[in-house]
């Protein structure tokens, strides 16, 4: 069982940034690749970025390339997401999430059904 805690949600202005952090508990974290996922009011919940188990394999939503960065420290188990010029589109509900198969491929780590753990969420509002 692993349980995950985001923080480092809130208000920002457009242009402007935020570092999200996820804290995983469980001694297999490194095993996972691991998923930041978000969620408008009204929409589904889509695909921000993803991580492989080791760290050197990213993939990210082709709406948040270029802005957003994924990492992880397996040292402390911990998924970051690193959000610079930020739009007033990007405001959500934020979730990480793990996915213990190990296997990374572009199809499985953009789908929600490919995670088994999932965050409670943290917002990030971004004002224009």
């Known amino acids: 069982q692993v349980q995950l805690v985001e923080s480092g949600g809130g208000l920002v202005q457009a242009g402007g940034s935020l570092r999200l952090s996820c804290a995983a508990s469980g001694r297999t974290f490194s095993r996972y690749n691991m998923g930041w996922f978000r969620q408008a009011p009204g929409k589904e919940r889509e695909f921000v970025a993803a991580i492989n188990w080791s760290g050197g394999i990213t993939y990210y939503a082709d709406s948040v390339k270029g802005r957003f960065t994924i990492s992880r420290d397996n040292v402390k188990n911990t998924v970051d997401l690193q959000m610079n010029s930020l739009k007033p589109e990007d405001t959500a509900v934020y979730y990480c999430?793990?996915?213990?198969?190990?296997?990374?491929?572009?199809?499985?780590?953009?789908?929600?059904?490919?995670?088994?753990?999932w965050g409670q969420g943290t917002q990030v509002t971004v004002s224009s």
């Open positions: 999430a793990a996915d213990r198969s190990g296997v990374f491929t572009r199809m499985r780590v953009a789908a929600r059904s490919t995670y088994d753990y």
